[in-house]
């Protein structure tokens, strides 16, 4: 463990008695090694410096001639490696802006601060900093072809994992989204943000849902067969929705596999404009008829989603996650939340919240009158041979997470 006295810190501020301030606070948190300065430019003569460049930065936002987001930019010309802390007293939206842009940036951000600041806000940032691996390198991820991934494919080396959805107001396990991996025979397994827009690219999108549609339903018939019923959701890329003959495929597959379409949630995520709404509209209009369950993805993070909801016959709307987690300690992600999970009830819609990493999400969905609750504090992604001993955990945890007297929409 590093001790205090041992990690670098830069706090940049144009106001002289902030710097004072802040500097007092560090001190008496046992933090040594305290560097000060009031502009963007001092402050990356320092970062340039092998023996004064700092492990943290304090930055204000707001400040004359380089202001705190211009300073960020520099950073990355100036190959920063620590960890950042925003210091200011704009509102809680920038902040969350700015905070946005130095992940874009791959700088690490352990938070932010509003002034005026309290030494146990200040220790309770500073305790997320780690040190970053020695030796340790950002490895580039490995770009694949078409023909290893039409390979692959061909080969039968995609496997699905299955996340649980839970409802809120029981605990009871409703279903399961499917989420697709490449099991590659050299490189281990690979998650499907290095291989989904190759496929898509590359004309390979409706073999690769052909592969994870089957598995999902042969896997949801063996559960079936078992006694155990589950919704099972697959994802559906819009590149999907361009031939009338997926839809074809889609009944066939379902029907040969003899689970009934309402047990079958699509799940689809608009991440680009199409030109031509008229054979994705009807694709879905007719699944629905047939019975299948409809579900938007991501919502509010792809383009037109208020009009999807006008036009296709959704079931379910999935809350993204960067309107979940934390949401109930702050004001903008409640908002979002809220008016998202509003416009579910009024259009009758079944709400779905994701990335639930704790107890606090869980008990603010719960309290918010939220359906189902999908994330890493019910489940990761799993092979399908392993969720029967999750169910038998998950059914201890229940009671814990899930209190009898305590109901929904209660304060």
Known sequence: MVSNSAIKILVLDDEPFMLRLLARMLANLEFTAVTTCDSGRAALELIDSPDSR????????????????????HLVGHHYSGALILVSGENERVLQSVGKLVRAHKITWLGHLSKPVTPEQLAALIEKWAPPSQGAIRAAKKVYSANELGAA????????????????????????????????????????DQFIGIAEQHGLIDALTHAVLSG????????????????????????????LDFLDSVVELTAQAGVPPQDIVLEVTESRLMHDQRVPLEILARLHL?????????????????????????????????????????????AMFDASLGLAKQLGMEAVA??????????????????????YFIAKAMPAEDLPAWLVVWETRRPEVNPTNTRPGAN
């Open 216 to 243: 999902a339903l042969a896997q949801a018939r063996i559960w079936q067969d078992a006694g155990l019923t589950l919704r099972v959701a697959v994802n559906l890329s819009m590149d999907n929705l361009v031939s």
């Open 290 to 334: 047939k019975r299948f369950r409809l579900s938007i993805d991501d919502f509010g993070t792809g383009n037109s989603s208020l009009a999807q909801l006008r036009d296709i016959p959704f079931s379910e709307l999935k809350i993204d996650q960067s309107f979940v987690h934390g949401a109930w300690a702050n004001d903008t992600l409640r």
């Open 153 to 192: 494919i061909a080969n039968g080396e995609l496997v699905n994992y299955y996340q649980p959805k839970v409802a809120l107001a029981t605990g009871e396990v409703i279903g399961v989204e499917t989420l697709v991996r490449w099991r590659h025979p050299k490189d281990g397994m690979i998650f499907p």
């Open 354 to 375: 994701e990335g639930v990493e704790d107890q606090a999400d869980w008990d603010f969905l719960r309290q918010q009158g939220c359906d189902l609750a999908q994330g």
């Open 54 to 73: 700092p492990d943290l930065i304090l930055l204000d936002i707001n400040m004359p001639e380089m202001d705190g987001i211009e300073f960020v930019r």
